[in-house]
């Protein structure tokens, strides 16, 4: 699913509902002041676009938080992996289960 491309009249909404704040540090966002739509639940784990998990975020602020999501969305990856069995088995499971790597000659 391609990322939704926010208009000028989303942008203009999603300003307005939040007040002109940024939902990350709550300071005003001024006139001439650089912000992104930020999604407060990242958009990589849940797809949602809707207005509910969206708000207005200082450019600054936005790269901070995106830095730390990053690592909670890479966890997540992992964890679903492994719970449908995408994810390799540790040797000691392995060995444990009874099976033996064996040599080709």
């Given at each position: 699913?391609?990322?939704?491309?926010?208009?000028?009249?989303?942008?203009?909404?999603?300003?307005?509902?939040?007040?002109?704040?940024?939902?990350?540090?709550?300071?005003?966002?001024?006139v001439g002041e650089a912000w992104d739509i930020e999604h407060l639940v990242p958009w990589?784990?849940?797809?949602?676009?809707?207005?509910?998990?969206?708000?207005?975020?200082?450019?600054?602020?936005?790269?901070?938080?995106?830095?730390?999501?990053?690592?909670?969305?890479?966890?997540?990856?992992?964890?679903?992996?492994?719970?449908?069995?995408?994810?390799?088995?540790?040797?000691?499971?392995?060995?444990?289960?009874?099976?033996?790597?064996?040599?080709?000659?």
């Open positions: 699913m391609p990322r939704k491309h926010f208009s000028r009249t989303d942008r203009v909404r999603i300003f307005d509902l939040s007040g002109g704040r940024c939902h990350i540090c709550c300071q005003k966002i001024q990589e784990l849940t797809r949602d676009d809707s207005d509910s998990n969206i708000r207005p975020a200082h450019k600054t602020c936005h790269k901070v938080k995106t830095a730390d999501d990053v690592s909670a969305i890479r966890k997540a990856d992992r964890i679903r992996a492994k719970h449908i069995g995408a994810w390799p088995q540790s040797r000691a499971k392995i060995k444990s289960a009874g099976f033996r790597k064996t040599r080709s000659m």
